[in-house]
């Protein structure tokens, strides 16, 4: 019984007590220490309010950081579920959230305490672990002094420890990098920790939209927060594999929903597809200079509109990659696309997956009140049928979308071609990304994307999802028969039954998995 409860006490950050003493300049709070781990070992992710401390709630100072620290697991609460946020740590308490975190190996020998009798069970092994390697010290007289708090200067100095062993599992550099015409790209390189070669770089290409190196998101109301890259580069880094990403032009970080993006519009209308594969050109040729990445194979991971500028960047630039990775691809030119997805198609083959009928060419008024999914008031602002139903056949069809989008495809086209920006921001932001009107022009004098990579020569695999509304899987399966015909065999198609355009991103995210991105992490590792 003695074992267990020793056992059962050692998972939570508690002792007996809770403490009540607040912090002072010289001494660290627990929201200080959390804030501090967090940004070195990259914590962030935040999923909902579910399991929320006892003591805090949205409008606390902080709630983010501590949320993050109790879903890490590394930060459990006191029995009675709070977290005292600005109350001071203690040595102890912060060995043992330093031992949850980095998961020590415990030594072979010692060490030994002069005041081990006084120090609490639960963190003993945890204060061994994290004094053997140089994270925190004894005294001069060899005591530890689990109770006294801790100080700034202790925590600085276990972050330079934590770093110097490599142990804060990956390393961020920003990088200003010269493009072919002068424009400086800001990006973040991820590295594995303490790595002196590595042998693969993965390059990721964004999609469409006013894009950070971070892409955070969060939604406040609901507790959620995270950052989409950071996801990427924990997994490809903790395979040895460093990664690199960047902020599209004319962006920088940002503290505003949606997007966390600051946008200047003289650097943002050089958004086009191909100064964006020049930029991947000089990117590649940059970090090719660090003699971390001198030997490393070169990998661009393409996401949606990624997927025509990353073949666009070898076939056409010379972007000297070794591979390509393309997710959520878009085989047509994005005229054709936009006329997909404003003409009515795109929304119809949502309403089939909302109304569980994928595969039919019409929804009955039947289907569409049986509502499987109680999306009609919550979704569709309680829409009745006939409300949709434009032409009134008693059905719902593309043609009822195409009539409901009309005006709008119409206005964006007339918009793109007198080069009305202000046409665009005030009519189109509610249905996609801010954008200016020479990336559209850019993209229609682009070929389709299958005449493109059809000039690359290198392996090329394709994740696509048959749930795919904004790029259908159909395009795949038409570079594929494209490429069985000429003869070449350096595409490999990967489709997924079920999956969406981000290929059901949010599955690996809440750590339910997802199939396609257990497939493009393990095709790097293998590369």
């Given amino acids: 019984m003695k074992k267990f409860l020793v056992l059962f006490l050692s998972l939570l950050l508690i002792i007996a007590p809770v403490s009540t003493v607040q912090a002072v300049d010289n001494n660290i709070s627990r929201s200080d220490f959390i804030k501090i781990v967090n940004d070195t070992f990259h914590v962030y992710t935040v999923l909902g309010t579910e399991e929320m401390f006892s003591d805090i709630d949205l409008k606390t100072e902080d709630y983010f950081e501590l949320m993050a620290a109790k879903e890490n697991g590394y930060i459990k609460g006191y029995t009675d579920g709070s977290v005292h946020p600005g109350d001071i740590i203690t040595r102890a308490e912060a060995a043992l959230a330093l031992d949850n975190l980095i998961k020590l190996p ?13 120090l609490p069970a639960w963190a003993l092994g945890s204060i061994q672990r994290v004094v053997a390697r140089g994270i925190l010290s004894a005294d001069e007289n060899g005591a530890f002094n689990g109770n006294k708090p801790l100080s700034m200067v202790e925590m600085d100095n276990a972050v330079a420890s934590i770093k110097s062993l490599g142990l804060e599992g990956r390393e961020d550099e920003i990088k200003i990098i010269k493009s072919f015409d002068g424009f400086e790209v800001t990006g973040r390189l991820s590295v594995p920790a303490e790595k002196e070669k590595i042998d693969k770089l993965v390059i990721f290409v964004h999609g469409t939209g006013p894009n950070t190196y971070e892409m955070r998101r969060q939604n406040s109301p609901s507790g ?20 690199f990403t960047y902020n599209t032009r004319g962006i920088s970080l940002g503290a505003e929903e949606p997007y966390y993006a600051n946008i200047d519009e003289n650097g943002y209308r050089q958004y086009t597809p191909r100064n964006i594969a020049q930029d991947i050109k000089c990117i590649i040729d940059e970090l090719k ?15 949606s509109e990624g997927t025509v500028i990353a073949p666009l960047a070898v076939s056409k630039y010379g972007a000297e990659a070794d591979g390509l990775l393309l997710m959520g691809y878009c085989n047509d030119n994005m005229r054709d696309v936009l006329e997909y997805q404003l003409g009515g198609e795109m929304s119809f083959f949502n309403y089939t997956l909302l109304f569980d009928v994928v595969g039919s060419k019409e929804i009955t008024k039947e289907q569409y009140e049986a509502d499987p999914k109680k999306i009609i008031d919550s979704v569709l602002g309680g829409a009745s049928f006939e409300d949709i139903d434009m032409d009134g056949n008693g ?4 043609d009822d979308f195409a009539i409901m989008m009309t005006q709008i495809k119409d206005g964006l086209f007339e918009a793109v071609e007198d080069g009305d920006d202000k046409w665009i921001k005030e009519n189109m932001t509610e249905i996609m990304p801010p954008l200016m009107t020479d990336w559209f022009q850019a993209h229609f004098e682009l070929a389709k994307t299958e005449d493109i990579m059809t000039k ?4 090329i695999y394709i994740f696509q999802g ?19 015909k000429l003869g070449k065999d350096n595409l490999t198609v990967n489709i997924y039954d079920g999956y969406d355009h981000d290929l059901n991103f949010s599955q690996l995210l809440y750590g339910s998995g997802s199939q396609a991105f257990e497939d493009i992490f393990s095709t790097v590792k293998d590369f």
């Fill in 289 to 303: 200079q660090d003699q971390r990445l001198s030997n490393a194979e070169v990998i661009l991971l393409g996401a």
């Fill in 456 to 459: 690359v020569d290198i392996p």
């Fill in 395 to 398: 059905v719902l069809t593309v």
């Fill in 106 to 118: 415990q030594p072979v020998d010692g060490p030994v305490f002069e005041d081990e009798q006084n």
């Fill in 466 to 484: 048959t749930y795919d509304s904004n790029c259908p899987v159909q395009g795949t399966y038409d570079v594929q028969n494209r490429f069985e």
């Fill in 224 to 243: 959620i927060r995270f950052k989409y890259l950071d996801v990427y580069a924990d997994n490809f880094t903790n395979n040895g594999t460093a990664f």
